[in-house]
């Protein structure tokens, strides 16, 4: 992607209220240097973001995406994110955004080693197009991910629920599922439990019940399943969150790799199992993700 707005924050107190936050940003060239030396997002991945999709200017899904920030400050003991302040940025860059579909990142650093302030920004690109993985759908491999479903609980410090910006190990495993000729990945505990893709939430279908692995086992809750979920259960559907074994994988009726920007790429295959893509359903599910959503 090619980032084409970009603002930096000068973060204010969560609990300051009622402020012109206007002048606490600054817009910056994307192209050009912008960050210290010492910044600590670049020398250790030591901070949080977020990725918002962005469908004709209209930022999607704004206020789960904010809460989702603030909840990894907390699990990283980074200061709380002012959301009215972090909104307002928001509200900025999309308005720089061309028609169609783009991405917002909202980015949260521990600053500068041995600095007063976190360091924080707000950019914008235009997404890719990712027509094909949701029209053909996407081979998936599962990956050992090299924890068993007690660890979230048995070491918080490992930040399993927390969006962080250490995803070196993430997008090591869509290069490991590329080199076993597939497109995206799976992540599954040493004791068989499925977590959750490098960049997305699962979503498996068995007949008219829609199912994702439960948060609570390091999984990031995700903001575009849970309003997929909203959405199906408005429409009569049961949608649940159930702990996932890795043998119901190739049980299932359909599945789908849902995020922010790609939105719902149905699964064509769990390793070597082949599962039918149903058009029509992805069809719908991204019609409405297409929609304007807060």
Same mark, same amino acid.
């Given at each position: 992607m090619t980032w084409r707005y970009a603002l930096i924050i000068d973060p204010v107190a969560a609990d300051v209220r009622g402020t012109d936050h206007a002048a606490t940003f600054r817009v910056v060239d994307p192209s050009a240097p912008a960050l210290s030396i010492g910044e600590l997002s670049t020398q250790r991945g030591d901070g949080i973001f977020e990725s918002i999709g962005v469908v004709d200017g209209h930022a999607q899904e704004v206020g789960p995406h904010l809460e989702r920030l603030a909840h990894s400050a907390a699990l990283c003991d980074l200061p709380a994110p002012n959301l009215d302040q972090w909104r307002d940025a928001v509200a900025v860059v999309a308005s720089q955004c061309p028609p169609g579909e783009c991405v917002i990142k909202l980015i949260l650093s521990r600053g500068i080693e041995h600095g007063p302030t976190p360091t924080a920004w707000v950019t914008a690109a235009v997404a890719p197009d990712n027509t094909a993985a949701r029209e053909r759908g996407l081979r998936v491999v599962t990956l050992d991910r090299g924890f068993d479903s007690g660890a979230p609980a048995r070491a918080p410090w490992l930040l399993l629920g927390a969006k962080t910006l250490s995803y070196a190990v993430n997008m090591a495993a869509i290069r490991e599922a590329r080199r076993r000729g597939a497109d995206d990945a799976l992540f599954v505990t040493t004791d068989g439990v499925v977590l959750?893709?490098? *960049?997305?939430?699962?979503?498996?279908?068995?007949?008219?019940? /829609?199912?994702?692995?439960?948060?609570?086992?390091?999984?990031? $809750?995700? *903001?575009?399943?849970?309003?997929?979920?909203? $959405?199906?259960? +408005?429409?009569?559907?049961?949608?649940? /969150?159930? *702990?996932?074994?890795?043998?119901?994988?190739?049980?299932?009726? @359909?599945?789908?790799?849902?995020?922010?920007?790609?939105?719902?790429?149905?699964?064509?295959?769990?390793?070597?199992?082949?599962? @039918?893509? +149903?058009?029509?359903? *992805?069809?719908?599910?991204?019609? /409405?993700?297409?929609?304007?959503? +807060?």
């Open positions: 959750e893709g490098p *960049t997305s939430s699962v979503i498996l279908r068995f007949g008219d019940r /829609y199912i994702t692995p439960e948060p609570g086992a390091g999984i990031l $809750h995700g *903001t575009t399943q849970m309003s997929l979920f909203a $959405h199906l259960r +408005d429409l009569g559907h049961d949608a649940a /969150y159930e *702990t996932v074994h890795t043998d119901r994988l190739g049980e299932a009726d @359909a599945a789908w790799l849902v995020s922010s920007v790609r939105l719902a790429a149905p699964v064509a295959a769990f390793d070597d199992v082949s599962l @039918a893509v +149903d058009a029509d359903v *992805t069809a719908s599910l991204n019609a /409405y993700l297409l929609r304007p959503r +807060d």
